[in-house]
């Protein structure tokens, strides 16, 4: 960060502070051949500048974030149907509900898994995709655009091509069917046994991507020299993998753990479009409980408990996430630190 | 994303203990991939394209074909699917309305963003770290948490089913990111610039415009690409806001067509291929600035 002070006035004499009281004596008056036309002092003008530069931003995200967030916490207080005045207040009764909702308590504990087997399959698929790409092959930079495009799919398109692709005798079923697996066809998204793993396959398949991104852009920051001096003491390719680049790795990969943690909790579109929840609540995830609750059976104050249990849920899980284990990166290595927090 | 270049490194080993391998463990990870390697990757590219191939191949059969054989390749080649989507008024409607929706987050998000960022990364003032720590802030708070009362907001501003109670919120949320991306951006510039700037005598205004402004176009670029996307994609906060199908965007349309003609599976994959195109060829066109603006987001 190298923002200085800079002045308006060519010939203006060194401030004491920027925040210097507006009033300055007239003895600047009109403190500069620019600038100051308005009889502005520098300090005054200098803070209608920045007034003027950062309030719009400021303005857009107080009305659309600060404000639906705080009224959230608001409403999760009453029981309100959205239209009419607020005014059945029922205190926390919205929350003790939700916790006491064997659905709501499947959406947490789907959502919870749905970040268990993210990390526990992406991560090591990503992992060694990334390590393939990271070698001289034909092609690397076709391959890693192909990789890639998942990810920038709506996650509706590829929702819809996905229910149409695992419907019954579509070409999954095709497929195994060809290979002499007959017998695994079933209901991928209709039997309630079934359906949470068929969406975080489906999950897989999009955020792969992601993680081989991230991990490649990680892997160009591990010193060429470090294999070249490994492959001199005779190491092999897994043992470099191994020793040198997957912990050198570290950083990148902690990050896109947060990334991937965060995402899994906020999760709507894919599973709204390939189960809509169901069968039987068997994919329901917190958001898509939250709207079931909310615009489609009105329940606007339960459904804005719902959301602040999800934030509070979020929250906890970053703070944890943040001190346990990105605070690694913070130790040994605080330079990137700060652009890390940024990512999310 | 610099590729690794092949110098031979000179190590002690006689090449010949490799040479089962070829050139493999020269450098760059350690070297070249074998059959091991290319096998691997191309089971990572079957399953990737897989389905993306599969609809636009589906969207060239009959229901009929489609039934028979999954798998098989369309034969014959039917067009009907595609000119009918092509000449429905709906399908260019819901195209439309996406590209106008994400163009005004993309604007909004560029204009508000690079004028958030240019005091915070340029000005010293008490209160700078305070101000940008409420621009870091906001990426706590995901649109889900505030979509209920989001929702009502725009329906008493009187903004449902316009594409403004869809972009302004988009942009909203779109803004720490972009301001957090752009200040070490636009802090990197050259002090000297801004020196030059003001001995040649403009203010801090003129020096925004006429030297900050047009150099930070690669950075614009950057949180341009992914607030576009974002809002192209969107979903959730347009599948509340936008009733009116005349004022759907592609995504809601994909959806609602997909459950409408749900027997038409040919009729599904056409609308749904073609609702790709768009993504797929901004994707083509802006995959280095998308993937840079990514790992520049973890790499800082």
Known sequence: ???????????????????????????????????????????????????????????????????????????????????????????????????????????????????????????????????????????????????????????????????????????????????????????????????????????????????????????????????????????????????????????????????????????????????????????????????????????????????????????????LYNTLVLSKDRDDAPRPRRQKKVAR | MSAPTTTAVPTGKPAVLRSEKGRRGRRGGYGKGGPLVYAVAAVVVVVTVAPVLYAYLGGFRSNAQLAASPAGLPDPWVLDNYVNVLTSASFWRYAANSAVVALITTAVVCVLGVMAAYPLARYRFRGREAVALVFTMGLLFPLTVAIIPLFLLVRDLGLVNSVWGVALPQAAFALPLTVVILRPFLAALPKELEEAAMIDGASRIGFFWRVLLPLSGPGLVTVGVLAFVASWNAYLLPLLVLNDPASQTLPLGVASFSTQYAQDTAGVLAFTSLAMIPALVFFLAMQKRIVNGLQGAVKG
């Open chain 1, 1 to 319: 960060m190298t923002a200085r002070p800079t002045s308006t006035g060519t010939t203006a004499p060194p401030r004491p502070a920027d925040d210097a009281p507006p009033s300055r004596p007239a003895s600047s008056g009109p403190s500069g051949p620019r600038g100051t036309r308005r009889g502005l002092s520098p300090a005054a003008r200098k803070r209608a500048e920045i007034a003027f530069f950062v309030a719009p931003a400021l303005a857009l995200m107080a009305v659309f974030i600060a404000l639906p967030v705080l009224q959230a916490v608001r409403y999760s207080l009453y029981r309100w149907n959205g239209l009419g005045p607020l005014d059945d207040f029922v205190g926390l009764e919205n929350y003790a509900t939700a916790l006491d909702n064997p659905v709501f308590r499947d959406a947490v504990s789907n959502n919870f898994l749905i970040i268990a087997v993210s990390i526990a399959v992406q991560l090591p698929l990503g992992l060694l995709v990334a390590l393939l790409l990271n070698r001289e092959i034909r092609g690397r930079s076709f391959l890693r655009v192909v990789i890639f495009m998942p990810y920038v799919l709506a996650e509706v398109v590829a929702g819809v091509i996905w229910v149409l692709l695992l419907q019954p005798r579509g070409l999954v079923d095709e497929l195994f069917e060809a290979v002499g697996l007959g017998g695994v066809t079933q209901l991928w998204l209709g039997d309630p046994d079934v359906a949470l793993w068929t969406v975080m396959a489906v999950l897989t398949w999009k955020y792969l991507g992601l993680a081989v991104i991230l991990f490649l852009a990680g892997l160009q920051g591990v010193p060429e020299d470090v294999y070249e001096a490994a492959q001199l003491d005779g190491a092999s390719w897994w043992q470099v993998q191994r020793r040198i680049t997957i912990p050198l790795l570290g950083p990148t990969i902690r990050t896109w753990g947060f990334l991937s943690m965060i995402g899994s909790l906020q999760l709507f579109d894919m599973v709204w479009i390939l189960t809509g929840g169901g069968p039987a609540n068997s994919t329901v995830t917190m958001a898509i409980y939250l709207i079931n609750q909310g615009t489609d059976r009105g329940l606007y104050g339960y459904a804005s408990a719902v959301a602040v249990l999800l934030f509070g849920i979020s929250l906890v899980l970053a703070v």
